[in-house]
T-cell receptor, first 113, second 112 residues
């Protein structure tokens, strides 16, 4: 069975600094997708970034980028120039082709002014 | 704006009293999902509809049912809520199974 592990229950970053959230996963599949979702307090979950496993190039969305290491089954999220609005719970998720989303337990990110 | 809407945002029910949570979407997506998210935990998929085809997760309790009368609406029915069913219930939609899922704001259920 596929599993997703986020080893950092909580992280903290100073405003304008950079922070990296870790995620590892376990799968025997070769075709799959990885996601980072952001869930602010009392607000809905939104997609931050998506990575297709067949793509070697790391996905980037503005201040958000990933370090995808397929052999190591690692998928970390880097947030550059952190802003107060980045404070949220971040979930790493895995989905195999035609499969359901499997979420990690989340990392709670705090941003200090 | 196209979106996923959940009503109500907060729902209080009594132990054993049936309750229905509602989800609607203006995205015209084919797939609608229901997740249960307990405090400080990851969302857990209960079931999903692909058009009218219902797909139940193996470990979803029989107490949980769902209806999708049309493309836009999907309901979660909890027949006899227990204290352990108190959670945030998230609805999500996607155009296809392999497409990105878009989440609603959730309904927080409290069971007294």
């Amino acid at each position: 069975a596929q599993t997703v592990t986020q080893s950092q229950p909580e992280m903290s970053v100073q405003e304008a600094e950079t922070v990296t959230l870790s995620c590892t996963y376990d799968t025997s599949e070769s075709d799959y997708y990885l996601f980072w979702y952001k869930q602010p307090p009392s607000r809905q979950m939104i997609l931050v970034i998506r990575q297709e496993a067949y793509k070697q190039q790391n996905a980037t969305e503005n201040r958000f980028s990933v370090n995808f290491q397929k052999a190591a089954k690692s998928f970390s999220l880097k947030i550059s120039d952190s802003q107060l609005g980045d404070a949220a719970m971040y979930f790493c998720a895995y989905r195999r082709s035609q499969g359901n989303l499997i979420f990690g337990k989340g990392t709670k990110l705090s941003v200090k002014p | 704006d196209a979106m996923v809407i959940q009503n109500p945002r907060y729902q209080v029910t009594q132990f054993g009293k049936p309750v229905t949570l509602s989800c609607s979407q203006t995205l015209n997506h084919n797939v609608m999902y229901w997740y249960q998210q307990k405090s400080s935990q990851a969302p857990k998929l209960l079931f999903h509809y692909y058009d009218k085809d219902f797909n139940n997760e193996a470990d979803t309790p029989d107490n949980f049912q769902s209806r999708r009368p049309n493309t836009s609406f999907c309901f979660l029915d909890i027949r006899s809520p227990g204290l352990g069913d108190a959670a945030m219930y998230l609805c999500a939609t996607s155009r296809g199974i392999e497409e990105t899922q878009y989440f609603g704001p959730g309904t927080r259920l409290l069971v007294l």
